[in-house]
């Protein structure tokens, strides 16, 4: 016996340790016995499946049944199947139906569902001593314990072909690589909803399966909504087993096929047993098999005459597969091997009931184009069957999986693909880098999602690993850690999934000398400024007798500019406004240079001393409210006040200008265009962000105040976030709330609640205009903004209507 097949036994012994209570009869067995086979097909609008196709019926549906005939076959078998119409309903005579199996033209059954049932079930039992009345007639003065049944027997076929599902899979992979089973097994538990005790894979390799075998509680059905009955479930005794099932919680059978069918069998076959008939419950084989019912306990072709009991689909509407994305707001790469990671269905990957399944995507044309896809438990999702034609599509595609779910179609989630054919990495024009210090690069046309790795090779011949980061789908920042390089070209090298040949793409390193062009010091201050090249080596700066010392080093173009921080107090003689100076500047292996400068007259002083912030959405559509206060809408209309410090009076031909911290974006205002005065020495300035910083301005912003004698320092301002266009919040409490509007790819998560528990995260290149929020509608939304991770804006839910504009 192999280890796999040791499992096996391990499974069926789930419904062993039942058998053990004395409650339990001989009949909770598990269900490892081969009875007839049985044949079921349905016909709906024309088209014909095998039952193990379909998830429910409809009315008008055609079912034909029939058993297998062997030629060397001496037992004659009776098939009876009747319709039932709920607990309280007694259904007609005329609902049931017989035929005898060995009959040429009798032997098969061909139905109607009619009108008004719920349920079908079948039942199948030896010519010899068997009643066709007698069965119809205990089924018709108690239907609602058969309605029950069906339902027990119906969730034991799916749950057992769940199992079925996850040891076909491990059995495979057992076969080919026992070191993979850790691995395979946690990608199969979380597709097909099985709990494994874990224990069992912390164990040597080749231990594992034997461990999964030898523990019958090792593996039980987990799905979301019952993991803490599920937990306690894991090492209990029999008895609490039993008590849990009898709970309506416990009676769905999401831990065990065989808990629910057990409790039935007590409590219904146990009840209608007699001299005549000895009622036997069947589970339908769901995969591809010779159609042979699985029983629980042998036939008896005497008296009693054992009646098997099977259970077809309700008759019910079409239940589509709750399919949610594993990572919703994650872009995947249109590779050949593409995978869509998927979660929340099981019985798709343990049932035919999702068939013709396909990703579909709409080509640059607009044409729509389906890529056959098929469900793998193993991988965890949907993998992609045919080539995908990525020359018809754009740089950012979304598909969406659509299938049909027995006759019904269904659609599931939306998925972002980078496409990555013909898409060609490059740096910008003249870019060089600079040895010595780290380098940041950016890289522009390639399929960023794409990506799986950056090495980086210099003159001197070593490769090592570059860190990266995904700018929206098309940019990668890199960090180039060069303080230790030589001069020469590097190399960078860009790996794909798209199974294309790394990428390169060769940037020249230089040696690059210090150049002094300026230094900036203004009379009072405790700062100065200097300008130039490789300013990285500086490492000290005197003037007039004031030390300073380096501070902040930043790119200007393609120069430096550094900030020097004084060291100690200004002396009592320090130079006056207009004193011409020599600054001498000393340089990394002992050099120096000296620098001609004249004092700067003193420089304005300014505070914030208040802040306001009038939203221009709040007039029409939904009113945002954003937090923190510091946080301002790109679209508002903001107001501050400023006091000028240190005596310094204001006249108003100053100037005030406002930029972002990194300088992308900035303006100048003037007197009477919205720079005003308070008295002399308080300013009034308000502007509109979204007019004067432009669309893509954000982030946080810095202000100061523009002289005659020069410019203040930059004071911290505010933030400055972009915010959707919502239009509406509609609530209802089956379906949720529906947010709509424009602009919707600004938001990063929206949830009922502000500390985002249970967030619905808006994946990257979002173009639709309304996000959906399940679950029962909140006093408020809150969306958690991209532009800062600290941005939040809150709305009202409306709760069943338009929130109201303010």
């Known amino acids: 016996m192999t280890a796999i097949a040791r499992i096996l036994g391990g499974v069926l012994a789930i419904s062993s340790v039942l058998a053990s209570s004395p409650a339990a009869s001989?009949?909770?067995?598990?269900?490892?016995?081969?009875?007839?086979?049985?044949?079921?097909?349905?016909?709906?609008?024309?088209?014909?499946?095998?039952?193990?196709?379909?998830p429910n019926l409809s009315e008008g549906d055609r079912i034909t049944i029939r058993l297998d005939?062997?030629?060397?076959?001496?037992?004659?078998?009776?098939?009876?199947?009747?319709?039932?119409?709920?607990?309280?309903?007694?259904?007609?005579?005329?609902?049931?139906?017989?035929?005898k199996s060995w009959k040429d033209d009798k032997g098969e059954l061909s139905l109607i569902v009619p009108k008004g049932a719920r349920q079908m079930v079948v039942f199948v039992m030896p010519e010899d001593g068997?009643?066709?009345?007698?069965?119809?007639?205990?089924?018709?003065?108690?239907?609602?314990?058969?309605?029950?049944?069906?339902?027990?027997?119906?969730?034991?076929s799916l749950d057992r072909a769940r199992l079925d599902a996850f040891l076909r899979e491990l059995r495979a992979v057992e076969k080919r690589n026992p070191a993979g089973i850790a691995s395979a097994s946690k990608a199969l538990t979380r597709?097909?909803?099985?709990?494994?005790?874990?224990?069992?894979?912390?164990?040597?390799?080749?231990?594992?399966?034997?461990?999964?075998?030898?523990?019958?509680e090792a593996m039980l059905l987990s799905d979301s909504h019952t993991s803490q009955l599920a937990s306690t479930l894991v090492g209990a005794p029999t008895d609490l087993a039993l008590q849990l099932s009898a709970t309506r919680q416990g009676g769905y059978g999401q831990y065990s096929a065989y808990i629910?069918?057990?409790?039935?069998?007590?409590?219904?076959?146990?009840?209608?047993?007699?001299?005549?008939?000895?009622?036997?419950?069947?589970l339908m084989p769901m995969g591809d098999s010779d159609g042979k019912m699985l029983l629980n306990a042998p036939l008896s072709?005497?008296?009693?005459?054992?009646?098997?009991?099977?259970?077809?689909?309700?008759?019910?509407?079409?239940?589509?597969?709750?399919?949610?994305?594993?990572?919703?707001?994650?872009?995947?790469?249109?590779?050949?091997?593409?995978?869509?990671?998927?979660?929340?269905?099981?019985l798709v990957y343990a049932t035919h009931y999702a068939h013709n399944l396909a990703l579909r995507m709409k080509a640059e044309d607009g044409s729509p184009v389906d890529i056959p896809i098929a469900a793998d438990a193993r991988a965890g999702g949907f993998k992609v069957q045919s080539a995908l034609p990525l020359d018809r599509f754009a740089p950012m595609v979304t598909g969406q999986l659509v299938g049909e779910w027995g006759f019904a179609p269904f659609t599931g989630p939306n998925v972002a693909l980078a496409n990555p054919a013909g898409r060609n990495w490059t740096a910008g024009e003249n870019e060089a880098l600079v040895i010595g210090r780290d380098n940041e690069v950016t890289l522009r046309g390639g399929a960023a999602h794409c990506v799986t790795s950056v090495g980086m090779r210099t003159a001197s011949g070593g490769i090592q690993p570059v860190k990266w980061t995904t700018h929206g789908a098309d940019s990668l920042s890199l960090t180039l850690p060069l303080e230790n390089g030589a001069a020469g070209d590097v190399v960078l090298m860009i790996g794909n999934k798209a199974g294309e040949a790394v990428q390169r793409v060769t940037l020249p390193a230089l040696e690059e000398a210090a150049r002094i062009d300026s230094i900036s010091l203004h009379a009072g201050d405790d700062h100065a400024f200097l300008t130039g090249t490789r300013l990285d080596q500086v490492r000290k700066v005197t003037v007039a007798g004031m030390r300073f010392e380096p501070g902040q080093l930043t790119r200007v173009g393609k120069g430096d500019r550094m900030i020097l921080n004084r060291v100690g107090d200004a002396p009592e003689d320090a130079p006056a406004a207009g004193q011409r100076v020599t600054a001498e500047v000393s340089l990394t292996a002992e050099r120096r240079m000296q620098v001609a400068a004249i004092i700067a007259p003193p420089r304005p002083r300014v505070s914030l001393i208040n802040l306001s912030a009038t939203n221009a959405q709040a007039e029409q559509g939904a009113a945002l409210a954003?937090?923190?206060?510091?946080?301002?809408?790109?679209?508002?209309?903001?107001?501050?006040?400023?006091?000028?410090?240190?005596?310094?009076?204001?006249?108003?031909?100053?100037?005030?200008?406002?930029?972002?911290?990194?300088?992308?974006?900035?303006?100048?205002?003037?007197?009477?265009?919205?720079?005003?005065?308070?008295?002399?020495?308080?300013?009034?300035?308000?502007?509109?962000?979204?007019?004067?910083?432009?669309?893509?301005?954000?982030?946080?912003?810095?202000f100061r105040l523009i002289g005659?004698?020069?410019?203040?320092?930059?004071?911290?301002?505010?933030?400055?976030?972009?915010?959707?266009?919502?239009?509406?919040?509609?609530?209802?409490?089956?379906?949720?709330c529906v947010l709509s509007g424009k602009r919707l790819f600004l938001i990063a998560q929206i949830a009922g609640n502000a500390a985002f528990e249970n967030a619905v995260s808006v994946p990257d290149g979002f173009t639709a205009d309304r996000i959906e929020l399940p679950g029962p509608p909140p006093e408020a939304i809150f969306l958690k903004l991209r532009d800062d991770p600290n941005a939040v804006a809150r709305i009202a839910s409306g709760k069943g209507g338009p929130a109201p504009a303010k």
């Open 301 to 346: 072709f005497g008296k009693p005459t054992s009646v098997m009991v099977a259970a077809m689909p309700a008759i019910e509407a079409p239940t589509p597969p709750p399919l949610r994305l594993v990572e919703p707001e994650k872009a995947l790469c249109a590779a050949p091997d593409l995978i869509v990671p998927v979660e929340g269905a099981p």
């Open 130 to 156: 068997g009643d066709v009345n007698a069965v119809i007639d205990i089924v018709r003065k108690q239907p609602g314990t058969f309605v029950r049944a069906t339902q027990e027997l119906n969730q034991a």
């Open 626 to 702: 954003l937090s923190p206060p510091e946080m301002v809408p790109q679209n508002a209309r903001l107001t501050f006040a400023f006091r000028a410090q240190g005596g310094d009076a204001l006249t108003g031909d100053e100037s005030v200008e406002i930029a972002t911290m990194d300088g992308s974006a900035t303006t100048r205002i003037e007197a009477g265009k919205g720079y005003d005065l308070q008295d002399a020495h308080t300013a009034i300035l308000s502007f509109n962000p979204l007019d004067s910083l432009g669309a893509v301005a954000r982030g946080p912003l810095h």
């Open 69 to 99: 005939r062997d030629a060397d076959q001496d037992t004659r078998y009776r098939l009876i199947a009747g319709f039932l119409r709920g607990v309280t309903e007694r259904p007609p005579k005329e609902w049931f139906h017989d035929a």
């Open 260 to 282: 629910g069918v057990v409790r039935d069998v007590l409590r219904l076959f146990g009840a209608f047993q007699s001299s005549q008939l000895q009622y036997i419950p069947a």
């Open 191 to 216: 597709s097909l909803s099985i709990r494994l005790d874990t224990t069992c894979l912390q164990q040597p390799v080749d231990l594992q399966a034997a461990c999964l075998a030898d523990n019958r």
């Open 26 to 54: 001989a009949k909770s067995a598990p269900f490892d016995l081969l009875g007839p086979s049985l044949h079921v097909a349905v016909t709906h609008d024309g088209m014909t499946l095998p039952v193990q196709w379909v």
């Open 708 to 736: 005659k004698d020069g410019a203040s320092d930059w004071v911290p301002l505010a933030t400055l976030v972009r915010v959707p266009e919502v239009s509406s919040v509609t609530c209802t409490e089956k379906q949720g």
